[in-house]
């Protein structure tokens, strides 16, 4: 497909007009980050073609070193917007370890028009045809330009230095959210695993006294949302948002992660992880230790201690204790019961396994509670 810097694609429900740094869905605006939306661009561009990685990173970063993580992210988040499941997909194809290709058909709107020769005595240039054909949409995307270069000069100029961010480094972050772990496995069934996993990672964070972590209840609300971080991050009311995709394959897991500044939508660090299923612990562990260290929390020697001791541990239990996790979650009785069911499985085969133990007391406790008959104290009358 010709790369026409005017030209306009159609796919699906959507428009995408690269001039104008616009995508449509049935006529309304689709709002996109600048480099996600140049991501869509080179695979709507090379509609049908396998794109590798590396040719990906190095068009949309051509200047910097930058991991896959940040491709993902990029690719994660158009599946988001376009309501494009990893599973099923009907845009981008994902192929393993190489790179990505846009698989919906593409029509090609608004090409110019075939340059010809004036016609005799008409006096126009054909540059001026060309100008004449320029929609206003496009005039007043220039304008628009013109006075964001001219706002940003002044603001270099005039404005004081004090109050400006130096580059590399990171703004303060006080509070911070996890949103779900985005399954790269293409499997439902292993939905528990992702979302137990964004589990560990919120607890594990949560033990950073200075840092405020949003609950689990309040991100799972956004667990496969196309909503982007402008929305999400205001409503959780946090400087930061970590988001990133997570693998399992055989007992091989890898997790991606990414820290977002949320007034921004900027990228401040990302990294990937790919450990056995028995070092998940530590692995969770130096998740959350990374990303104190990034936003520059300084952790006390028992907060270091605790995400520092993390032991090997036997896969399948901890596979059955996020099963129990997942359950439990659901928050009615057949959840609970299978819960159990699954933490009682992890302690069989790990007898020293706390986190499992830890559920089974607590469910525990709670059915004492609900059926066990109170009993009534009389406090005694004080003596006349």
């Given at each position: 497909m010709a790369n026409d810097?005017?030209?306009?694609?159609?796919?699906?429900?959507?428009?995408?007009v690269p001039s104008e740094k616009r995508i449509l869905c049935?006529?309304?605006?689709?709002?996109?980050?600048p480099k996600v939306f140049d991501t869509l661009v080179l695979l709507v561009e090379n509609q049908g073609r396998l794109i590798q990685k590396e040719e990906l990173l190095k068009a949309l970063w051509p200047d910097t070193v930058v991991e896959e993580v940040a491709l993902a992210h990029n690719v994660s988040q158009l599946r988001k917007a376009l309501g494009d499941p990893a599973e099923d997909p009907k845009f981008i194809e994902t192929v393993p370890k190489r790179g990505y290709r846009f698989i919906a058909a593409v029509r090609e709107l608004g090409e110019p028009a075939p340059r010809a020769a004036s016609p005799a005595g008409s006096g126009v240039a054909p540059s001026a045809v060309r100008h004449a054909q320029w929609s206003r949409p496009t005039i007043l995307a220039m304008f628009a330009a013109v006075l964001a270069l001219v706002a940003g000069v002044a603001a270099y100029v005039y404005l004081p230095r004090t109050g400006q961010r130096a580059a590399g480094v990171l703004p303060a972050i006080h509070s911070l959210a996890v949103l779900p772990l985005e399954n790269l496995s293409?499997?439902?069934?292993?939905?528990y695993f992702a979302d137990g996993m964004t589990d560990e990672v919120i607890t594990e964070l949560g033990k950073v006294g200075a840092l405020r972590v949003i609950s689990r209840t309040s991100v799972m609300q956004y667990k496969g949302t196309r909503k982007p971080l402008s929305d999400i991050a205001p409503k959780l009311n946090v400087d930061a948002v970590v988001e990133g995709t997570i693998l399992r394959s055989g007992n091989r897991v890898r997790i991606t992660a990414q820290l977002i500044e949320a007034s921004s939508d900027r990228h401040l660090?990302?990294?990937s992880y790919e450990r056995d299923l028995k070092d998940v612990l530590a692995l969770q562990d130096e998740v959350a230790r990374d990303i104190a260290e990034q936003i520059?929390?300084?952790l006390t020697p028992k907060e270091r201690t605790l995400?520092?001791?993390?032991?090997?541990?036997?896969?399948?239990?901890?596979?059955?204790?996020?099963?129990?996790r997942y359950w439990w979650?659901?928050?009615d009785a057949e959840g609970e019961w299978k819960g159990l069911d699954y933490f009682q499985?992890?302690?069989?085969?790990?007898?020293?396994?706390?986190?499992?133990?830890?559920?089974?007391?607590?469910w525990c406790w709670a059915i004492t509670a609900i059926f066990l008959p109170r009993k009534r104290f009389r406090m005694p009358r004080k003596p006349p």
């Open positions: 810097p005017q030209a306009t694609y159609a796919f699906g429900r959507f428009t995408l049935d006529g309304k605006m689709v709002p996109l980050p293409g499997d439902k069934e292993q939905e660090w990302a990294r520059r929390i300084k995400l520092t001791e993390a032991h090997a541990i036997d896969p399948e239990a901890h596979d059955a204790y996020l099963r129990g979650s659901k928050r499985r992890a302690v069989a085969k790990d007898p020293d396994y706390a986190l499992a133990a830890s559920r089974i007391r607590s």
